[in-house]
């Protein structure tokens, strides 16, 4: 399956390393080492015998222009590191594709086959925990009483109405909550969702998934991959 937004035009450029020329075209506007040692020759002969130049002078130019060569060498290395980097995030993105990921979320995709499955972060123990499910018009559909609970709690969602109907798949939001200390407490949640594609982001970024029913998120966010 192809990924969405991946710039291939050089996100492989590391399998063909070994095919460069062993000789490489010399940039015209670049001073090699060669060069400024003969730039610095001519200096010396057409120096000043009555001010002779200094020691001190002549090794600080020389420290001067390595320590040049030198960042633009370290420019080069980073520049390798970024292509290897992004070819890496390009194949770790193609083998997410149609994979299922735990992201934290409150609203899921409904589908015939696995219905809607989610996570509970139950802070307190609590023997009343229920999770409410609302349409896309914010109507109330369903209520799940899983009842004690402590920790993290799976739940699933068969698709069914309080009437025992099918419900159309699609996106729904769910809510869970308990009663701790006599008082009504709801807890964080996630959602299990289908990785439809993958967008290599720049800078920063990494890796961009595009859930099902969710949209874009970070891979980051990942907490389990099924």
Not at 70 to 78: P, V
Not at 87 to 109: E, F, N
Not at 143 to 165: C, L, P, Q, R, S
């Amino acid at each position: 399956m192809a990924i969405s937004g991946i710039d291939t035009s050089g996100a492989y450029a590391f399998l063909n390393k070994g095919a460069t020329s062993t000789e490489e075209e010399k940039d015209p506007g670049s001073l090699a080492m060669e060069d400024f040692m003969s730039l610095m020759t001519s200096q010396l002969k057409n120096q000043d015998p009555l001010k002779p130049m200094e020691s001190g002078d002549f090794l600080g130019q020389i420290a001067a222009f390595g320590t040049v060569s030198g960042i633009g060498d370290l420019q080069k290395s980073f520049d390798g590191f970024t292509t290897s980097m992004q070819s890496d995030q390009a194949l770790q993105g193609s083998s997410l594709v149609g994979r299922s990921v735990l992201v934290p979320s409150s609203i899921g995709t409904l589908t015939a086959e696995e219905g809607l499955k989610g996570q509970i972060n139950v802070a307190e123990p609590v023997t009343d925990l229920k999770v409410d499910i609302y349409n896309e018009a914010g109507v109330q559909v369903r209520t799940i009483a899983i009842g004690a609970a402590d920790g993290y709690t799976d739940f699933t969602w068969d698709g069914f109405d309080e009437n025992g109907e099918a419900l159309t798949p699609g996106v729904y939001q769910f809510k869970a909550s308990g009663t701790i200390d006599g008082d009504n407490t709801a807890f964080a949640t996630g959602v299990v969702a289908k990785v439809e594609s993958v967008l290599v982001g720049g800078g920063s970024q990494g890796l961009i998934m595009n859930l099902g029913g969710i949209g874009s998120v970070p891979f980051s966010e990942a907490v389990e991959i099924t």
